[in-house]
């Protein structure tokens, strides 16, 4: 177990005496309590979660799909990589959502740009698939498909061994298909990552390492 209970605790009372809940001798994390909550995970902007601690092998073909809930116009989604150049990244950027590819020839990137400026980042659900199938890479974001033309043809498999960081990775892990080190701050769930037939739903829960992370809920209004 990773995680704490996912409630809200207050005015508790050991042998008649109340705790004083606003000042702790120490604290881990603990998040404030909300009076709305939704389905999905929060990020608070500090951290990340760790799945796959065996190492994900993406090689020829991966497609993910998540949504998304931020209002920061920077923060890295998702990222796989390995001891050389392999590897995959989904990133938030200046409120654009990049989709990179490393299958060791090169770095290549698809972008989506939304017509309204950082009207990705509104605090509302976005849809993201992103798809990688040998040398070609495709991004569908509510519902509209952006792709890029791969000038390394002849490369075709990514191949990672490196733990799927999901919200941002650790300062000492390298990562070659990101551009930001900025943790996500907000909100994912249903996180897919399907390979030919067998589609795999991470549950943050089952993460072997969380840090800034709150599987439970996501919040809507403070209390």
């Given at each position: 177990v990773t995680h704490s209970i996912p409630a809200c605790?207050?005015?508790?009372?050991?042998?008649?005496?109340?705790?004083?809940?606003?000042?702790?001798?120490?604290?881990?994390a603990v998040n404030k309590c909300y009076v709305t909550v939704q389905d999905g995970t929060f990020f608070d902007g500090s951290g990340f979660a760790a799945l796959a601690r065996e190492g994900y092998k993406v090689r020829s073909d991966v497609n993910i799909t998540l949504e998304f809930r931020t209002t920061a116009v920077h923060g890295v989604l998702l990222g796989v990589s390995s001891a050389k150049v392999d590897a995959i990244g989904l990133e938030i950027v200046n409120g654009k959502v990049l989709f990179h590819v490393n299958n060791g020839a090169g770095r290549i990137t698809t972008t989506y740009e939304?017509?309204?400026?950082?009207?990705?980042?509104?605090?509302?659900?976005?849809?993201?698939?992103?798809?990688?199938?040998?040398?070609?890479?495709?991004?569908?974001?509510?519902?509209?498909?952006?792709?890029?033309?791969?000038?390394?043809?002849?490369?075709?498999s990514a191949d990672t061994n490196n733990p799927i960081y999901v919200g941002g990775y650790p300062a000492d892990v390298k990562q070659n298909c990101l551009t930001s080190k900025t943790s996500f701050h907000g909100c994912l769930r249903n996180l897919v990552l399907t390979k030919g037939q067998q589609a795999e739903l991470f549950d943050f829960r089952r993460a072997f390492d969380l840090r800034g992370v709150f599987p439970h809920s996501c919040p809507g209004a403070e209390h």
């Open positions: 605790i207050g005015n508790m009372t050991i042998n008649s005496k109340q705790l004083d809940n606003e000042s702790p001798v120490s604290i881990f939304p017509k309204g400026a950082n009207s990705l980042c509104d605090g509302k659900w976005h849809k993201l698939q992103a798809n990688k199938s040998k040398h070609h890479i495709s991004m569908i974001v509510d519902g509209n498909l952006v792709q890029t033309d791969n000038p390394y043809i002849q490369s075709t």
